[in-house]
C-alpha cells in the first residue's frame, strides 16, 4: 500500500467501506426535514447533508452503486479518480475527477449508477463526498451484477469489471 495512503487511512480513522476503499463521517447536519415516501406516503426524517472522507489505494475500487440522493465528489490529494456512471436511460458518461483535467468536484445525479477507480494504481486517491439530503445506509444500493446487465447489457464489460460476482 502507497506510505502516503496508510497515513491517511490512520491520521483520519479511516475504515473498510462496503463499496470498496476506506471511509469516514466526518459531519452529519442537525437540522432535518421529512421526506414522503411513495407509495407508501410514510414520512421519513432525514439530516439534510453528510459529509464523509473516502480514499481508494492501488487496485481499489468503488463498486456500481446507486443513491437516493445527489453525491458531490470533492477531489484533496492523490492521482486522478475515473467516475463511471449510468444514468436511468442507458447513458454512460466517464469523469476524471483530479489535478490532470481540473475537476475537482463533480455532482453525481441521484439514482445514477456510478463507480470508480484511480488512474495510477500504484497511487492514491482521498476525495470527500458530500450527500444532499444526508446519506443514509438504507438509500444505498449495491448493484447486483445480473439485473445490471439485464438492464444495460451495452455496458457488460464495465458492469462485469465493477460488480461482484
Known amino acids: 500500500m502507497n506510505s502516503k495512503a496508510r ?15 476506506f471511509y469516514r463521517e466526518i459531519y ?3 437540522e432535518m426535514f421529512f421526506t414522503e415516501t411513495i407509495p407508501a406516503k410514510k414520512l421519513n426524517k432525514k439530516n439534510i447533508s ?8 492501488g487496485r481499489d475500487k468503488s463498486l456500481f452503486h446507486r443513491l437516493k440522493s445527489d453525491e458531490i465528489w470533492h477531489f484533496y490529494d492523490g492521482c486522478d479518480v475515473k467516475i463511471y456512471i449510468i444514468d436511468n436511460d442507458g447513458n454512460l458518461s466517464e469523469v476524471q475527477l483530479g489535478r490532470s483535467r481540473e475537476v475537482f ?17 500504484s497511487s492514491f486517491a482521498l476525495v470527500g ?6 446519506f443514509d445506509f438504507k438509500d444505498f444500493e449495491l448493484a447486483d451484477r445480473n439485473k445490471l446487465l ?3 447489457p451495452e455496458h457488460e464489460k464495465l458492469i462485469k469489471q465493477f460488480t461482484k460476482h
Do not use: M
Request: glycine residues 8%.
Open 28 to 30: 452529519r447536519a442537525g
Open 150 to 152: 439485464k438492464k444495460y
Open 105 to 121: 468536484q463533480f455532482v453525481i445525479p441521484k439514482n445514477s449508477w456510478f463507480a470508480a477507480e484511480l488512474t495510477d494504481k
Open 129 to 134: 463526498c458530500t450527500v444532499s439530503p444526508g
Open 7 to 21: 497515513y491517511y487511512i490512520d491520521k483520519l480513522e479511516l475504515q473498510k467501506h462496503p463499496e470498496g476503499g
Open 50 to 57: 453528510t459529509s464523509i472522507y473516502f480514499l481508494l489505494t
